[in-house]
């Protein structure tokens, strides 16, 4: 199997230093040291390729980037001849943006993207960046609303079930989650449900100090 290690994270810029103060970081600091220890998990399998599925082009692919393969240099002079892809240190990026279209949609390309790296002779990693609802308090970005922590209580349990079914409803459940995440998770979900490999999902962390859901998971393949 191409595949060896599989992982959903956040994005938030404010987790980098050098945008987000020292005392604003530490009230996520549990996101920022699990994000340490995914990338501890992921180096160990030495993957030579990255596929990392985002809504956004730019923190969306370079804040995980800085935590997983500490690339917080300027990473698009790293960018190959055909602009497909990343270079970075001894790992090939693959970014891919999520787009409006729906969660079974992207779950879908998911499953037709592993029929096209199944035989690769890469050893490749998956990340699914993005972040939970957006609406989880009243000073959070979008305020509150009840979809909010139900969005993300619903979703975080159904992906320790591996219920699929139910994730791909979650937009249509809590349509005022204002999420930025789920394309993300179920493009990755896709890629992973068709390779029938075996994975056990771990919770690492969640956090919605800022009234937004940051979740830390290892698919444990």
Sequence with gaps: MPIVFS?????????????????????????????????????KL??????????????????????????????EEHRTADNSALNIGNSKVLPVLTTSDSPEQHFDWGKKVYSEIKNSNLKIALIAS??????????????????????????IESLKRKDIDNILNLEKKYPMAQECGLRSFCYILGILEESRIGYSPEVLSYDNFFGVGYLVLDFKI
């Design 7 to 43: 992982a959903i994270v956040p994005h938030p810029p404010i987790i980098l230093p050098s945008v987000g103060s020292e005392k604003d970081r530490s009230k996520v600091e549990q996101t920022i040291n699990q994000l340490k220890e995914v990338s501890l998990r992921m180096k």
């Design 46 to 75: 030495n993957p030579e390729a990255i596929i990392i599925s985002s809504p956004h082009p730019d923190w969306g692919v370079k804040v995980p980037l800085y935590f997983l393969v500490s690339a917080d240099q300027e990473i």
């Design 130 to 155: 993005g972040d939970l609802s957006h609406s989880l308090k009243p000073d959070g970005p979008y305020g509150f609303h009840p979809d909010g922590p139900s969005f993300d209580d619903d979703l």
